[in-house]
């Protein structure tokens, strides 16, 4: 069965990531309240992202990467920017030695 994972943009600004097998239907559950906590507080909502995969369980998988990104590569993603997104997803902090190379 396949499946989708998405991101949809709240009124607040925020993302939230999901997957499903049917994704207009999940939408529709978003819009009327009847989906996460956190859209049903956070109307309107968008969908900015969706990819369709041929299993579901492969769109879980992503939707859990996705979860763990920080908001600047969820935006890459969102803006499709493969080059920004690869970037992100280098290690950012001081240990990194690239980082530290003068």
């Not at 499903?20 to 956190?38: C, F, V, W």
């Not at 992202?49 to 600047?72: G, L, N, P, T």
């Not at 993603?77 to 902090?93: F, G, P, V």
């Amino acid at each position: 069965m396949k499946g989708f994972v998405y991101i949809l943009e709240c009124a607040d600004g925020s993302y939230y990531t999901g997957s499903t097998n049917d994704l207009e239907r999940r939408l529709l559950e978003h819009q009327s309240g009847e989906g996460a906590n956190h859209t049903k507080i956070r109307q309107p909502i968008k969908l900015v992202y969706s990819k369709e995969f041929s299993k579901v369980s492969e769109a879980f998988y992503r939707e859990k990467q996705i979860q763990k990104w920080s908001r600047k590569k969820k935006e890459a993603l969102i803006n499709n920017n493969c080059n920004k997104l690869h970037e992100l997803s280098e290690c950012q902090n001081d240990s990194n030695s690239r980082n530290n190379q003068a």
